[in-house]
């Protein structure tokens, strides 16, 4: 089975810290994604990965950054943490970018306070 | 641009009881469209892959459809469960371009199931 593993279920920052929200699979992907995941407004993507080193953005990478050093881990940072980041956040990957079956995470809870 | 709509937003309806979610979409050229089930507080999991020249698909007390000429798809589901409350979300995928950017998500139907 396709793994996808988030570093934390849940997660509470102060406003300006510097978080790393961190995904990794087990599947040798070539394609990672970070979304984030809001009531009403379902599921958005911040940054994506197609290969070592290499990022896209996506439709909402403000206020985020990413990192990928390795195929299987793919890193999300929130440079200084604000209020309105507090969501939920999916990693996912696949094997092909087009293909709609991504293997998601369970996911991050992050309150900002 | 790009769109997936679905509806209803919400449904609660009794265990025992059948129900259908609608998903319509704009994506073109059309590729695929899944539809993924959420449960509360966990990542989707997919329930099935609707391509092009497939018209119906069963997994279980699922059954989704997809008419590619009105670019609607709809999810059945038979003698409901409590554990099929959930969100179910549809995505479409598009042929053309790479990158994330070929996925469009709708925003999810939140379904409760009652006892």
């Known amino acids: 089975d396709v793994k996808v593993t988030q570093s934390s279920r849940y997660l509470v920052k102060r406003t300006g810290e510097k978080v790393f929200l961190e995904c990794v699979q087990d599947?040798?992907?070539?394609?990672m994604f970070w979304y984030r995941q809001d009531p009403g407004l379902g599921l958005r993507l911040i940054y994506f990965s197609y290969d070592v080193k290499m990022k896209e953005k996506g439709d909402i990478p403000e206020g985020y950054s990413v990192s990928r050093e390795k195929k299987e881990r793919f890193s999300l940072i929130l440079e200084s943490a604000s209020t309105n980041q507090t969501s939920m956040y999916l990693c996912?990957?696949?094997?092909?970018?087009?293909?709609?079956?991504?293997?998601f995470g369970q996911g991050t809870r992050l309150t900002v306070v | 641009k790009n769109q997936v709509e679905q509806s209803p937003q919400s449904l609660i309806i009794l265990e025992g009881k059948n129900c259908t979610l609608q998903c319509n979409y704009t994506v073109s050229p059309f590729s695929n469209l899944r539809w993924y089930k959420q449960d509360t507080g966990r990542g989707p999991v997919s329930l099935t892959i609707m391509t092009f020249s497939e018209n119906t698909k069963s997994n279980g007390r699922y059954t989704a459809t997809l008419d590619a000429d009105t670019k609607q798809s709809s999810l059945h589901i038979t003698a409901s469960q409590l554990s099929d409350s959930a969100s179910y979300i549809c995505?479409?995928?598009?042929?053309?371009?790479?990158?994330?950017?070929?996925?469009?998500f709708g925003k999810g139907t939140h379904l409760i199931i009652q006892p």
């Open positions: 995505v479409v995928s598009a042929r053309s371009g790479g990158g994330a950017d070929g996925l469009t």
């Open positions: 599947m040798d992907h070539e394609n």
């Open positions: 996912a990957s696949g094997q092909t970018a087009l293909s709609t079956e991504a293997f």
